[in-house]
């Protein structure tokens, strides 16, 4: 990583405190998503999701999809009741996020984005319920934030963030080795700069920084777990929006190693018919963050 | 192969019965072949013109004719029949193609140029009308003078049907085998022989050998060697479980080291065999017989 460059970042995120939702929203948000469930103030959840009338209709949208169980929630109240604290502060967080960058701004375009944070999200969730980890919507949470740097590239440095792209697309390479060659620092490192400086939890930091390092000793399991559904995805139409010129043998994998060591039950796993689970989702993914983010 | 028509489900159909679910267990229990619920609209279509054949009149009644009926065994196969009609046509896999193109045969290429050999072997094992020979056929000559230049191919096309062979090799196709075929490869691979069909020319026909071979058949299974890649598509989804795992066994032996194997999308190996590789590519999954002394990286 290239120190000097990833330090021009930093006041970008800085600037970031000045806008109204960012105080109003995010930041008693991230407090929110760091206490226990038992903890969490419900009606002031309610209050923060209501805070923008368009961000609560996305979240309804969300919550009323057959991939959180289709519960036809009519308000704002009945939907965190219907879903969970956990789930909506994961909703609400992303509906917040995605405001950050202007609808013209975005270099990987919003819909490729949150077709793969959600995908990432889902499939993350749904191994840790496969493998027996005891906390699927931290795994969820954790999916849907790995990417965040994207978002910090897309604001800080978007010229260049653009030739990143481009170039991985052209050499089909993965984004992270195009970023280290055109910008001397990655997704994982800037994100991990806005995780810090917006205190997400430890754990969630780590993978935002080590997610695409398998062999990673830090943040394990959790970083293994992203690691394996974020390279799912990828190989299956939830990646980046291009071809990446990819064979992976995900048991062979080093996070494959790390996460059995943890979970055993990762090894009796039906590898191929997650695949088509996953492939399965794919129409409601697309609709779902057509209907939410497609600017 | 023709076409299948797939029959709407209406909305009084409650794709929620759970005998639907049991029904799609069933079928992944025996044959290996899923479907996610997503796409049990699928699903019932196709119990739909079963249960319409044997007069079943709910999802629940159906599952009893494929579980405890005296018939359930022909039963269960004519409804694969029905699941996997009409995914025989040409470039009917363009991620496999794909992943071909761009990661395995590089792969396969560099590690037996550093070996100082220059032929490739495929396998297409259980090749029904040569909809997947051609196919192969046609992606090899036109990596020709790229990718595989200075190197010789061929392909092995092997059914049990004598009626399905000898469709294969006369190379007659319609509308339907051809839909994913372009009109550049139409031109240059094939010459009309009606006005609704195209026939195969010789130089694709030159590049495949049709033969009768039944997978469960030891002796001959034995003898083929020196395979860089099978396709074995929907096949043994009619096998039982003990002769799936001995086909299994003798693939894995008619392959070299780093050679992949290829099986229908919706088919899974779990529980059938251990000793290949599951490698994910684009869009696509191949059987991987890693190479010896092969560690954990991650990447074959």
Known sequence: MNRKNIEKVRPRIEALESMPAIQAIVQPLVSMLREPTDQVDMEKLVELVSYDGTIAAHCLRMANSPLF??????????????????????????????????????????????????????????????????????????????????????????????????????????????????????????????????????????????????????????????????????????????????????????????????????????????????????????????????? | MTAGIVKPVTESEDLHDPAYLKIRDVIYQISGIYQPEEKFYLLASRCARRMEAVKAKTPADYLEHL??????????????????????????????????????????LKAKSAMGFKRLHLWSAGCSTGEEPYTLAMFLLEESDKMLAGWTFDIMATDLNDRSLTAAKAGIYGEYALRSTNELLRK?????????????????????????????????MTFLKGMDLIFCCNVLIYFDLSSKRKVMQHFFSNLLTGGYLFM????????????????????????WKPAVGYAAGGKP
């Open chain 1, 69 to 295: 169980g289709r519960r036809n929630s009519e308000t704002v109240r009945s939907a965190v009741m219907a879903l969970g604290l956990k789930r909506v502060e994961a909703i609400l967080l992303s509906c917040s996020l995605n405001n950050l960058v202007p609808p013209d701004k975005w270099v990987l375009d919003a819909v490729t984005f949150w077709r793969h944070s959600l995908g990432c999200a889902l499939v993350s969730r749904k191994m840790a319920k496969l493998i027996g980890y005891p906390d699927p919507e931290k795994a969820y949470l954790a999916g849907l934030l790995h990417d965040v740097g994207i978002l910090v590239n897309t604001l800080a440095c978007p010229e260049d963030f653009r030739k990143c792209i481009e170039a991985a697309r052209e050499g089909h390479v993965a984004l992270d080795r195009s970023e280290e060659e055109h910008l001397g620092f990655t997704h994982c490192q800037s994100g991990k700069m806005l995780a810090e400086h917006w205190h997400f939890s430890a754990d969630v930091i780590d993978v935002i920084e080590f997610h695409h390092d398998g062999a990673s000793p830090v943040g394990a399991p959790l970083v293994a777990l992203v690691h394996l559904s974020d390279l799912l995805c990828r190989l299956r139409d939830l990646g980046y929006g291009y071809y990446e010129a990819m064979g992976v043998d995900l048991a062979g994998d080093a996070a494959w190693a790390t996460l059995v060591q943890h979970y055993p039950a990762l090894d009796k796993i039906d590898l191929a018919r997650l695949t088509m689970d996953i492939d399965g989702s794919m129409e409601e993914i697309v609709a779902l963050v057509d209907a939410v983010f497609k600017p």
């Open chain 2, 67 to 108: 579980t405890v009926r005296g018939n359930r065994e022909a039963e269960l196969r004519l409804l694969l029949n029905e699941i996997t009609i009409g995914e025989t046509y040409m470039f009917r896999s363009a991620p496999q193609l794909e992943a071909l193109r761009n990661v395995i045969l590089p792969q396969i």
């Open chain 2, 264 to 287: 229908g999308h919706a088919e899974s190996l779990y529980q059938v065999d251990d000793r290949f590789h599951l490698v994910h590519f684009p869009g696509a999954i191949g059987y």
């Open chain 2, 188 to 220: 240059k691979y094939f010459r009309p022989y009606d006005d609704k069909q195209l026939q195969a020319t010789d130089q694709l026909k030159s590049l495949i050998r049709f033969d009768r071979v039944n997978l469960n058949d030891d002796s001959k």
